[in-house]
């Protein structure tokens, strides 16, 4: 059985940081690519960031230089570290685990960030 489990969400004002994980379980997790999603209320879920099994690491443009994905392959983990927060940033953050092939592709339940003073 596939599980994805994040944690590290929570309250926090703006200029602070936080630091997401998420563990892996039931997959060989260093073939996937790992990514972070995130849906705000009204808004569709959208790439945060995202890091292939070869380490290439991908961005959105609103996180861009705030934020830093990761991964250990030897904890079956995958972080972000989000760093300068805005309240734009609130939203639940989900982790995603994606073999892009055959339609394997799997969610974490999801953690809130919120983002306010």
């Known amino acids: 059985q596939v599980q994805l489990v994040e944690s590290g969400g929570g309250l926090v004002q703006p200029g602070g940081s936080l630091r997401l994980s998420c563990a892996a379980s039931?997959?060989?997790?260093?073939?996937?690519?790992m990514g972070w999603y995130r849906q705000a209320p009204g808004n569709q879920r959208e790439l945060v960031a995202e890091?292939?099994?070869?380490?290439?690491?991908n961005y959105a443009n609103s996180v861009k230089g705030r934020f830093y994905i990761s991964r250990d392959n030897d904890q079956n983990a995958v972080y972000l570290q989000m760093n300068s927060l805005i309240p734009e940033d609130t939203a639940v953050y989900y982790c995603?685990?994606?073999?892009?092939?055959?339609?394997?592709?799997?969610w974490g339940q999801g953690t809130q960030v919120t983002v306010s003073s």
């Open positions: 995603n685990a994606d073999l892009e092939v055959d339609n394997f592709v799997y």
């Open positions: 890091i292939t099994s070869e380490g290439v690491r």
């Open positions: 039931g997959i060989i997790f260093a073939v996937y690519k």
